[in-house]
Nanobody, 122 residues
Framework: QVQLVESGGGLVQAGDTLRLSCAASGRPFSMYTIGWFRQAPGKEREFIGGISWNGAATHYVDSVKGRFTISRDIAKNTMYLQMNSLRPEDTAVYYC???????????????WGQGTQVTVSS
C-alpha cells in the first residue's frame, strides 16, 4: 500500500511558476512509476505526464511539454511537478498517482493522492 499526499497548489497569474509536491509513504517509493493527472471543472481527468520507477523515462502530453517537468527524490520519497509559464487553461485539480508498471504511459495507476487545486488567473 502506498499513500500519496500532494501539496503546493495555489492561485497564480498567467506566466508564473509553481511546484507541486507528491509525498509518498508506505511501501518503498522507488518501486513505483508515478504519474501526474489533472481535472478541470466540467472535464474528465487527464494524464499530463509521468516518470518511470527508476527515473530513466519521462513522458509528457503535448499541452505541457516544454513547460512542465517531473522529477523525483527517492531519498525524500517525494515527486515533483515543476510548472512554468502557467496558463489559465492549466487551472485544475492536480493529482499524483502510483503504479507498478514500468512505463508512465501504462494506465494502471492504483494509488492516488487527494489532489491540490491550481488556479491560474489571466
Amino acid at each position: 500500500q502506498v499513500q500519496l499526499v500532494e501539496s503546493g497548489g495555489g492561485l497564480v497569474q498567467a506566466g508564473d511558476t509553481l511546484r507541486l509536491s507528491c509525498a509518498a509513504s508506505g511501501r518503498p517509493f522507488s518501486m513505483y512509476t508515478i504519474g501526474w493527472f489533472r481535472q478541470a471543472p466540467g472535464k474528465e481527468r487527464e494524464f499530463i505526464g509521468g516518470i518511470s520507477w527508476n527515473g530513466a523515462a519521462t513522458h509528457y502530453v503535448d499541452s505541457v511539454k516544454g513547460r512542465f517537468t517531473i522529477s523525483r527524490d527517492i531519498a525524500k520519497n517525494t515527486m515533483y511537478l515543476q510548472m512554468n509559464s502557467l496558463r489559465p487553461e492549466d487551472t485544475a485539480v492536480y493529482y499524483c498517482a502510483a503504479q507498478r508498471a514500468m512505463s508512465p504511459q501504462t494506465m494502471s495507476y492504483e494509488y492516488w493522492g487527494q489532489g491540490t487545486q491550481v488556479t491560474v488567473s489571466s
